[in-house]
């Protein structure tokens, strides 16, 4: 941080390391505190979050330093734990029974593969400290860099809102056929036409 981020308490000299360890492990047992009324899942599932949270930190873990262990990390807590986690505490909030809901599987799953998108972006500010400390992410690996002409930008961007737009419109008529079998055959070989469209316009993008 001192030489990505100067600006941070800790980093401007602001806040010293005993005053942020004391802040950090009050909250922490607070929120263990107030995740154990939600029931034991809830408790067990927040303090899960917590040790992931320790070890991509905390030396000497400090797994924030390798970039698989980095992705895993975060895809699990800002994927799976957070959107889990709240709608099970937010249902026993409620005295309501758990029970699945597609709305929060999908956002689950989207969230988790969204996490990886997050866990590698996010280190591309940070390239300078992290190449002179040793943290391997993929952006201190790699570096960040621009290519010219890397992709053709109007096929790439008209080409995938075209595909965007059969797709919706697909979904619209397979929800006017109310979800009949004979409609969910069609949906589903439409998928596969949009897989194969987008290898018709790799020699293009």
Known sequence: DSVN??????AAGELS????????VLLAAVGIGLASTF?????????FGLFLGTIYSV??????RF?????????????????????HATRAALQLPFEWSPA??????????FAVVIA???????VLGDQRFGIKTFAAIYAAF???GAFCIPVMVGGHAALAAILALRAWKLHSAGYEQAAIQSFYRWIWNLFYAEYAMLPFI
């Open 67 to 87: 970039a698989v262990a980095a992705f895993m990390i975060i895809a699990t807590v800002r994927g799976f734990l957070l959107n889990f986690g709240v709608y």
């Open 120 to 126: 590698v972006t996010k280190d591309l500010p940070d």
């Open 104 to 113: 929060i599987m999908f956002i689950t799953a989207f969230a988790t593969i």
């Open 39 to 47: 029931g034991a899942l809830i408790g067990s599932l927040y303090t």
């Open 17 to 24: 390391a005993g005053t942020a360890w004391a802040i950090v």
């Open 146 to 148: 621009a290519m010219s």
């Open 5 to 10: 981020k100067p600006f941070l308490p800790m």
């Open 59 to 64: 030396p000497p873990f400090r797994l924030k």
